[in-house]
């Protein structure tokens, strides 16, 4: 907070002569300094930045020091020089002399360490002074100590100063104010002021700019216009300064209206009131008012300021208009601004909001000087438009190369960079980075450290992250529920949600993520309680929340209530998209393309997303002709080629079908590069067609293309073992032991009286109620084998090999799951199980088998499809697995 208008080594001024006119200039135009200057700032560096010494003692300076006795007089001449450091050792040297000291010498010294901005050295003083001085502190030591502790932001030794002193003037009330609105402490400013008000001061127009914002912070209208009143009441309604604070006031509170009248009233207006209004429409989402001003602005030849085209300009990347910000930096580059650090900052923030990484890496390549933002704009222009390695390559040669010490934020950015690459690596370092500088005690330094852990799998680290910051927000929040979700954590995600709404009010994203782990393991009930919560708060139609719920009731299989919602958001082309996957994943192909006819005849244009889910729907439908009749007309519907996500759908689409020939020739006939996921579907349509010569070609080529995921190393271990080639088998496990992949753990979901219980394969002896479940399985074994099955074979697996594997690969952890749910729901209700694995056919069958004896309907969705067990019998008509597959060869 700055109280004289003579910065420091910027006047060609005597040093002694700035020093002179500081000290004796301490009128209420310093107030005007100190109180005018709005919001805080960023939060100050923690303390381990200081490079400060403590003072030293004199005695090992003595012999420098004039032979003859130290006086006042003499402190006074070192302290109107500036001289910070033989001051005080003059000082100390009067002390252990036991000269006295007076208090204008003290005043001085406040003065000057304020001035140097010496805090070590401020403290210091204050601490003599208390020694020195048993009376109340004096009116003029006292302000000089409250100007020096708010000047370097210590509120708390301010308000020790201010209940020390003996007697205060409007000056202290306003500076001691002033010093709790720019620490962010806007209500404890607003208590100060009606205390001020209580005990007989009168507020001058330096108090009220202050106040006026603190109120804009706190965001509270009823005591907005209660001070505006306050305003009018004083006579201050035609002050310049004082109507753009209320201005500033009235848009932070979202009364733009207001503002604009106050605005239009105005006789005499300054580039701060234009600046105000311009930015008060930005601020409340009403771009286009303000650049209609901001061009009224110079249609009436006002020149703007730094502030002003920093607003426009961050306007202009706010409606993503690229041609208006073109004309906006062509205009910028013809005023004395073009060089300017901060406008080239915010071109380049543009530029990268409209997706002109091109023109802003150009843009920072021009730049005369940069800073520490210049370059993290940078690093952030290259993460948000899906360029981390080119972020990260920044980042380095900013380090390496330039030697500038990266921020909060510049970690933050970079880290979301190691996020999006899962880079560990670098991640760990950028840690070990921000502990060492102390910019890990940053709440958005620990959100991004949470987020890169969580993406680079490592959640135990993100939880440790999580649980050493003070502070949490909604940020931290949500970045761990949705890092738990991302690694298969979901009931711990759920937990973590219920703890934070005890204390936090979690945003939109929050609901999402939560959302988003109910759908995964089928928690239906839970599900069911965030929607409540949502349209108790009234953000039902916010964001994404609208087709978050549709996709867990859908993912859930509860289709009578994901109608419901979707009729509530039919205007959404992502909603129809939801609505179509749900179909595909039940192969009720027909269904998806009547779907497809009602959104044609709802104007919907559909995008990429909904040719996806339709060439699905038809995949799994065996509805070949329809699907090859739709892909063929993308480019009609699109106005654009296919992609590669649609090319891969064609390729499962004739592979199922058991046209292996025809999808390798048409991956051939491709126009473009074929990627993993088109030769995966090939892959894995030779898995059910237990062709293994092309198999192996389409896995050489996936692992030509990368190392691939776990799921194409599982595809081409279920092709050789469904061959009995298990030495193969073997040679891939080695592979994916090498390569770090490890299979997930069977596991299943099942939800009873709204809570959810999730089995793992080989954990059956840890659950509370694991004899009663093997006895409940025990007895179908046993029925199984009464009615001429192997029941405690699982009825259908004959040797030991593929009893290996369908335990490698399915788990059979949907078996406790069911006996679970058996055990603990109402007879005759449906039994929802949710696996992480797919469903082999010994489960299949066991499954099918309880359906019929339990006369239950049951239904597991595994990572294919759905199964609905009925009677004896499934939806998938028994043609996805290994063994039918075997029998009708």
């Given at each position: 907070m700055?109280?004289?208008?003579?910065?420091?080594?910027?006047?060609?001024?005597?040093?002694?002569?700035?020093?002179?006119?500081?000290?004796?200039?301490?009128?209420?135009?310093?107030?005007?300094?100190?109180?005018?200057?709005?919001?805080?700032?960023?939060?100050?560096?923690?303390?381990?930045?200081?490079?400060?010494?403590?003072?030293?003692?004199?005695?090992?300076?003595?012999?420098?020091?004039?032979?003859?006795?130290?006086?006042?007089?003499?402190?006074?001449?070192?302290?109107?020089?500036g001289n910070l450091a033989p001051a005080l050792e003059y000082l100390d040297s009067m002390r252990l002399l036991k000269a006295p000291i007076e208090e204008e010498s003290f005043i001085a010294l406040v003065r000057l360490c304020e001035f140097r901005r010496g805090r070590k050295e401020g403290r210091?003083?204050?601490?003599?002074?208390?020694?020195?001085?048993?009376?109340?502190?004096?009116?003029?030591?006292?302000?000089?100590?409250?100007?020096?502790?708010?000047?370097?932001?210590?509120v708390g030794s301010a308000w020790n100063v201010f209940g020390r002193m003996g007697e205060r003037n409007l000056f202290s009330w306003n500076v001691l104010v002033g010093g709790y609105a720019k620490g962010g402490f806007f209500d404890d400013a607003l208590c100060l002021y009606h205390r001020m008000l209580w005990i007989g001061i009168r507020p001058d127009v330096y108090t009220f700019p202050c106040i006026l914002r603190s109120c804009g912070g706190a965001q509270d209208i009823v005591r907005a216009r209660e001070l505006h009143a306050h305003v009018i009441r004083f006579g201050f309604e035609s002050e310049v300064d004082v109507v753009n604070a209320l201005i500033t006031m009235y848009v932070k509170c979202g009364e733009v209206t207001m503002a604009g009248k106050l605005f239009d009233t105005m006789f005499i207006r300054d580039t701060i009131s234009w600046n105000a209004m311009i930015s008060g429409f930005f601020e409340n989402g009403d771009c286009l008012r303000g650049l209609k001003l901001f061009f009224k602005m110079r249609e009436l030849s006002i020149n703007p300021d730094l502030m002003t085209m920093t607003s426009v300009i961050s306007a202009c990347g706010l409606l993503g208009d690229n041609r208006l910000g073109r004309e906006i930096h062509g205009y910028v580059m013809r005023t004395e601004l073009a060089n300017d650090v901060s406008v080239s900052n915010s071109l380049i923030e543009l530029y990268s909001s409209v997706g002109q990484w091109k023109e802003a890496e150009k843009l920072f390549s021009g730049m005369e000087s940069r800073d520490i933002v210049s370059w993290t704009a940078l690093i952030s222009c290259y993460e948000d438009n899906s360029l981390p390695e080119k972020a990260l390559e920044t980042y380095l040669n900013m380090e390496v190369v330039k030697g500038i010490v990266a921020d909060e934020i510049t970690i933050a950015s970079v880290l979301s960079a190691c996020a999006s690459l899962r880079n560990l690596d670098i991640g760990v370092k950028l840690h070990k980075l921000a502990t060492r500088t102390g910019l890990a005690s940053y709440t958005i330094v620990a959100n991004s450290l949470i987020d890169m852990y969580s993406k680079c799998n490592s959640i135990d680290k993100a939880l440790d992250v999580f649980h050493q910051i003070p502070e949490k927000n909604v940020v931290s929040w949500t970045s761990i529920i949705d890092g738990l979700r991302i690694n298969n954590q979901c009931i711990e995600a759920l937990s973590f949600f219920w703890q934070m709404i005890r204390t936090t009010k979690p945003n939109s994203v929050t609901l999402v993520s939560a959302l988003g782990a109910c759908a995964r393991i089928g928690a239906l009930m839970c599900g069911k309680e965030i929607h409540a919560h949502v349209l108790k708060a009234g953000t039902g139609f916010d964001g994404f929340l609208p087709n978050a719920i549709l996709d867990m009731y859908v993912r859930c299989g509860r289709m009578r209530p994901a109608l419901h919602q979707f009729n509530l958001n039919k205007t959404d082309v992502g909603a129809w998209n939801i609505l179509l996957r749900g179909y595909a994943r039940r192969g009720q192909g027909a269904w998806a393309m009547e779907l497809y006819r009602r959104m044609l005849n709802s104007h919907i244009v559909p995008d990429d997303i909904t040719f996806v889910s339709l060439l699905c729907a038809c995949s799994r439908s065996g509805m070949v002709t329809a699907g090859l009749e739709l892909f063929n007309s993308i480019k009609t519907r699109r106005s654009g080629n296919p992609n590669l996500k649609h090319y891969a759908c064609i390729v499962d689409l004739l592979g199922r079908a058991g046209e292996l020939e025809k999808a390798y020739e048409f991956i051939m006939n491709m126009p473009i590069q074929p990627d993993q996921a088109v030769w995966g579907a090939l892959l894995n349509a030779c898995r059910l067609h237990r062709h293994v010569q092309l198999g192996e070609l389409a896995a050489h080529n996936i692992f030509n293309l990368g190392a691939g995921s776990i799921g194409y190393y599982v595809l081409l271990c279920n092709l050789y073992s469904d061959s009995g080639k298990w030495d193969q088998v073997i040679k891939v496990r080695e592979k994916m032991k090498e390569a770090g992949l490890v299979l997930d753990p069977g596991c299943s979901w099942v939800e009873a009286k709204g809570k959810v219980h999730a089995f793992l394969t080989g954990d059956n002896c840890h659950h509370p109620q694991a004899k009663d479940i093997n006895v409940v399985l025990e007895g179908f074994y046993e029925k199984m084998k009464e009615a001429g099955r192997d029941g405690q074979d699982f009825g259908c697996i004959d040797d030991e090999a593929d009893r290996s594997k369908a335990e490698m690969f399915c788990g059979h952890s949907e078996r406790q799951a069911i006996a679970f749910g058996l055990i603990n729901t109402a007879p005759g209700l449906p039994i929802w199980v949710t696996k992480n694995l797919y469903m082999c056919r010994s489960c299949h069958s066991l499954v099918k088998f309880i359906s019929k004896v339990v006369r239950r309907e049951i239904s597991v969705r595994d990572t294919e499809e759905f199964h609905h067990f009925k009677d004896g019998e499934c939806s998938c008509g028994d043609e996805s697995y290994w063994e039918e597959i075997n029998n009708k060869r």
């Open positions: 700055a109280f004289s208008s003579y910065p420091p080594q910027t006047l060609s001024v005597p040093l002694h002569r700035q020093l002179h006119r500081y000290y004796h200039s301490r009128s209420y135009d310093s107030v005007n300094q100190v109180l005018g200057s709005g919001f805080p700032p960023k939060p100050l560096k923690p303390a381990l930045f200081l490079v400060l010494k403590p003072p030293q003692s004199s005695l090992d300076t003595l012999t420098s020091l004039p032979a003859q006795k130290p006086t006042n007089s003499g402190l006074l001449q070192l302290c109107l020089h210091y003083v204050y601490q003599l002074v208390l020694e020195s001085l048993l009376s109340p502190l004096s009116l003029r030591l006292g302000n000089a100590l409250l100007s020096m502790f708010v000047r370097f932001g210590d």
